[in-house]
C-alpha cells in the first residue's frame, strides 16, 4: 500500500519465485556437498511457510496443508535427485576414474527422475487447483445471483455531469476499470450461503444477519466515488460507482448503540479491520452494506458478497470488503489495521482535483488548447475549479453539473496558448467555499494534499 502501490502483489510474487529458485539451488548443493543439510534447509523453509500460514486471520487446515506437502515433496525430490546425481557423476570425495563406463545409463536415470519431477510439479499443480476450487464455488454464486431491484433508486443523472471532453475520465468507472487496493495476497472466495454477518460489542442486541435476508430488505442505490488514502496528488486510486445495498443505520437501528460508543470496526473474511466513526454510519447520508456495484453482483476482487462504501471517507476507513462483523466500540478502546502501521485512525477524504487531459509531459497544437478532469470533495460537494497557467492568475472551469455531492465532478476549458512550454495547475473549491491547499503533504498518515500540476510544450 505505501511502496508499490497497485504493483505490491505482484512485487511480492515475483520475489517469492527469486527467493524459492535461490534456496532450491543451495539447497541442491548443500546436499550434494553432505547429505542431509540441504533437507534440513527444505524443512526449515516448510516450516517457515507453515508458520506463515497458520498465524494468518483466516488460516483453515487445507491452508496448513499446503506447505507441509510442499516440504515433504521437496525433500522427498531432492533425495531422490541428489542420488541419481550421485551414481551419475560420483562426487569428489568418491571419484573412480575407471567409472566412465556407467555414465550414460546413470544420465538417463537422472534425466527420468527430471522429468519425473515435472510431473510430480503437474501432479501437485492440480490438487493445488482441487483444493482451490472454493473461488470457483463463489464465482458460480455471483454469476447466478439476481440482485434485488432498489426500494430507493438512484438519482437521476443530469444530461450536462458528463462532458464531451476526450480522453476525460469516464463519470462512472466501469468495473473492470475500478482501481483494487487490498491486503489479500488471494482474493477471499465466499460462498454467499454460509455468509454471515454479526453486530457485535456496545449494542443493546448481538445480531446476526445471513445473505438471504440482506437481500430481502428494501435496497437503496447510490452513486458514490471511493478514494484510497495512498492516491497521490493526480493519482487514479479513486473511482465512481453506483452501489446497490442497505444502509448500515438501519442494521445499526435494529442492534441499538450504547451511549458512549464512538467507532464501529468492521471485519473482512481475511481478518483486516477499518475504524469508522459511529456518525458517518447512523447520520443520512447513505453508508451501504453494498451487494451491487454498477448493476452487477460485486466481483469477487471488490469484496463479494458484501462489503461496506461510506460516503466521503477514504476506504481504509471505511470501504471494508468480504464483510463478515460490524462491533461497536470506542476510537479509545479498538485499533483498525492500518492505524499501528503509521496511518491516522480517522479519514476524511481531502478536497482535490486532477487534469485528465492533456497527460503531463505531451505536446499540444497553438490555439485553444483543451483541458479536462474531475475535482471531488465527497460530502460537503465542488462549488468550482480553476486553472492557471504558469503561476498566472486562477481562471475558472467549466464545472459540469453533479450526480451528488457525494460523486467526483467532470470539469472542463479551453485555454489560448501560444508556442512554448507550460506548466498548468488546477485547484478545486468546496461548497463551503474551502479552496483546497497547495500544501504539499504525503499520502500518510491521512491523505496526499498539493496542486496537480502538468507540464505542456506547445508546439
Ligand atoms: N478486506 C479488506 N477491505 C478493504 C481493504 C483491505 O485491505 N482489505 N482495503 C481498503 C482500502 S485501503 C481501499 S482504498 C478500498 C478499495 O476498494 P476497491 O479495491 O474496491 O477499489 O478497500 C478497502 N477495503
Ligand atoms: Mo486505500
Same mark, same amino acid.
Given at each position: 500500500?505505501?511502496?508499490?502501490?497497485?504493483?505490491?502483489?505482484?512485487?511480492?510474487?515475483?520475489?517469492?519465485?527469486?527467493?524459492?529458485?535461490?534456496?532450491?539451488?543451495?539447497?541442491?548443493?548443500?546436499?550434494?556437498?553432505?547429505?542431509?543439510?540441504?533437507?534440513?534447509?527444505?524443512?526449515?523453509?516448510?516450516?517457515?511457510?507453515?508458520?506463515?500460514?497458520?498465524?494468518?486471520?483466516?488460516?483453515?487446515?487445507?491452508?496448513?496443508?499446503?506447505?507441509?506437502?510442499?516440504?515433504?515433496?521437496?525433500?522427498?525430490?531432492?533425495?531422490?535427485?541428489?542420488?541419481?546425481?550421485?551414481? &551419475?557423476?560420483?562426487?569428489?570425495?568418491? @571419484?573412480?576414474?575407471?567409472?566412465?563406463?556407467?555414465?550414460?545409463?546413470?544420465?538417463?536415470?537422472?534425466?527420468?527422475?527430471?522429468?519425473?519431477?515435472?510431473?510430480?510439479?503437474?501432479?501437485?499443480?492440480?490438487?493445488?487447483?482441487?483444493?482451490?476450487?472454493?473461488?470457483?464455488?463463489? !464465482?458460480?454464486?455471483?454469476?447466478?445471483?439476481?440482485?434485488?431491484?432498489?426500494?430507493?433508486?438512484?438519482?437521476?443523472?443530469?444530461?450536462?455531469?458528463?462532458?464531451? @471532453?476526450?480522453?476525460?475520465?469516464?463519470?462512472?468507472?466501469?468495473?473492470?476499470?475500478?482501481?483494487?487496493?487490498?491486503?489479500?495476497?488471494?482474493?477471499?472466495?465466499?460462498?454467499?450461503?454460509? &455468509?454471515?454477518?454479526?453486530?457485535?460489542?456496545?449494542?443493546?442486541?448481538?445480531?446476526?444477519?445471513?445473505?438471504?435476508?440482506?437481500? !430481502?430488505?428494501?435496497?437503496?442505490?447510490?452513486?458514490?466515488?471511493?478514494?484510497?488514502?495512498?492516491?497521490?496528488?493526480?493519482?487514479?486510486?479513486?473511482?465512481?460507482?453506483?452501489?446497490?445495498?442497505?444502509?448500515?443505520?438501519?442494521?445499526?437501528?435494529?442492534?441499538?448503540?450504547?451511549?458512549?460508543?464512538?467507532?464501529?470496526?468492521?471485519?473482512?473474511?481475511?481478518? &483486516?479491520?477499518?475504524?469508522?466513526?459511529?456518525?458517518?454510519?447512523?447520520?443520512?447520508?447513505?453508508?451501504?452494506?453494498?451487494?451491487?456495484?454498477?448493476?452487477?453482483?460485486?466481483?469477487?476482487?471488490?469484496?463479494?458478497?458484501?462489503?461496506?462504501?461510506?460516503?466521503?471517507?477514504?476506504?481504509?476507513?471505511?470501504?471494508?470488503?468480504?464483510?463478515?462483523?460490524?462491533?461497536?466500540?470506542?476510537?479509545?478502546?479498538?485499533?483498525?489495521?492500518?492505524?499501528?502501521?503509521?496511518?491516522?485512525?480517522?479519514?476524511?477524504?481531502?478536497?482535490?482535483?486532477?487534469?485528465?487531459?492533456?497527460?503531463?509531459?505531451?505536446?499540444?497544437?497553438?490555439?485553444?488548447?483543451?483541458?479536462?478532469? @474531475?475535482?471531488?470533495?465527497?460530502?460537503?460537494?465542488?462549488?468550482?475549479?480553476?486553472?492557471?497557467?504558469?503561476?498566472?492568475? &486562477?481562471?475558472?472551469?467549466?464545472? !459540469?453539473?453533479?450526480?451528488?455531492?457525494?460523486?467526483?465532478?467532470?470539469?472542463?476549458?479551453?485555454?489560448?496558448?501560444?508556442?512554448?512550454?507550460?506548466?498548468?495547475?488546477?485547484?478545486?473549491?468546496?461548497?463551503?467555499?474551502?479552496?483546497?491547499?497547495?500544501?504539499? !503533504?504525503?499520502?500518510?498518515?491521512?491523505?496526499?494534499?498539493?496542486?496537480?500540476?502538468?507540464?505542456?510544450?506547445?508546439?
Amino acid at each position: 500500500m505505501q511502496l508499490f502501490g497497485t504493483a505490491d502483489k505482484v512485487v511480492l510474487v515475483a520475489s517469492i519465485v527469486v527467493v524459492a529458485g535461490f534456496l532450491a539451488a543451495l539447497a541442491g548443493i548443500l546436499e550434494r556437498r553432505r547429505h542431509g543439510l540441504g533437507l534440513a534447509l527444505a524443512g526449515l523453509a516448510g516450516a517457515a511457510g507453515l508458520t506463515a500460514v497458520v498465524t494468518r486471520a483466516q488460516a483453515s487446515p487445507q491452508a496448513a496443508l499446503a506447505p507441509i506437502v510442499a516440504a515433504v515433496v521437496t525433500m522427498l525430490l531432492l533425495r531422490m535427485l541428489i542420488r541419481r546425481l550421485d551414481t &551419475w557423476v560420483p562426487r569428489a570425495s568418491t @571419484v573412480d576414474e575407471h567409472s566412465g563406463e556407467q555414465a550414460p545409463l546413470a544420465r538417463r536415470s537422472f534425466l527420468n527422475a527430471i522429468s519425473g519431477t515435472a510431473l510430480a510439479a503437474v501432479v501437485g499443480g492440480t490438487v493445488t487447483a482441487i483444493l482451490t476450487r472454493a473461488t470457483a464455488v463463489a !464465482a458460480g454464486f455471483r454469476s447466478s445471483l439476481a440482485l434485488p431491484a432498489p426500494a430507493t433508486p438512484p438519482q437521476t443523472v443530469p444530461a450536462g455531469a458528463s462532458l464531451p @471532453v476526450p480522453g476525460i475520465s469516464p463519470l462512472v468507472t466501469p468495473n473492470t476499470d475500478f482501481y483494487r487496493i487490498d491486503t489479500a495476497l488471494t482474493v477471499p472466495a465466499i460462498d454467499p450461503p454460509s &455468509w454471515k454477518l454479526k453486530v457485535t460489542g456496545m449494542v443493546e442486541r448481538e445480531m446476526e444477519l445471513d445473505f438471504a435476508e440482506l437481500l !430481502a430488505k428494501p435496497m437503496t442505490e447510490r452513486h458514490i466515488t471511493i478514494a484510497c488514502v495512498s492516491n497521490n496528488v493526480g493519482g487514479d486510486l479513486i473511482g465512481n460507482a453506483l452501489w446497490l445495498g442497505w444502509p448500515v443505520r438501519e442494521l445499526l437501528a435494529m442492534a441499538g448503540p450504547k451511549a458512549g460508543a464512538d467507532m464501529v470496526l468492521s471485519t473482512s473474511n481475511d481478518g &483486516w479491520t477499518a475504524s469508522t466513526p459511529l456518525e458517518a454510519l447512523t447520520d443520512d447520508r447513505d453508508a451501504l452494506l453494498a451487494v451491487g456495484m454498477n448493476g452487477e453482483p460485486l466481483p469477487l476482487e471488490h469484496g463479494f458478497p458484501v462489503r461496506m462504501i461510506v460516503p466521503g471517507l477514504y476506504g481504509f476507513v471505511s470501504a471494508t470488503k468480504w464483510l463478515t462483523e460490524l462491533k461497536v466500540t470506542r476510537f479509545a478502546d479498538d485499533t483498525a489495521y492500518w492505524t499501528p502501521r503509521g496511518w491516522s485512525d480517522h479519514g476524511p477524504i481531502k478536497t482535490q482535483s486532477r487534469i485528465d487531459v492533456p497527460r503531463s509531459g505531451r505536446t499540444v497544437q497553438p490555439g485553444k488548447v483543451q483541458f479536462g478532469g @474531475v475535482a471531488w470533495a465527497q460530502h460537503r460537494g465542488i462549488e468550482r475549479v480553476e486553472l492557471r497557467v504558469n503561476r498566472g492568475a &486562477w481562471q475558472s472551469a467549466q464545472l !459540469a453539473s453533479a450526480i451528488s455531492t457525494d460523486t467526483w465532478y467532470q470539469w472542463q476549458i479551453g485555454i489560448d496558448l501560444q508556442p512554448g512550454d507550460y506548466e498548468i495547475q488546477v485547484r478545486a473549491t468546496d461548497a463551503s467555499g474551502q479552496p483546497q491547499t497547495e500544501d504539499k !503533504a504525503p499520502v500518510a498518515p491521512d491523505g496526499a494534499t498539493g496542486y496537480h500540476t502538468i507540464n505542456v510544450k506547445v508546439a
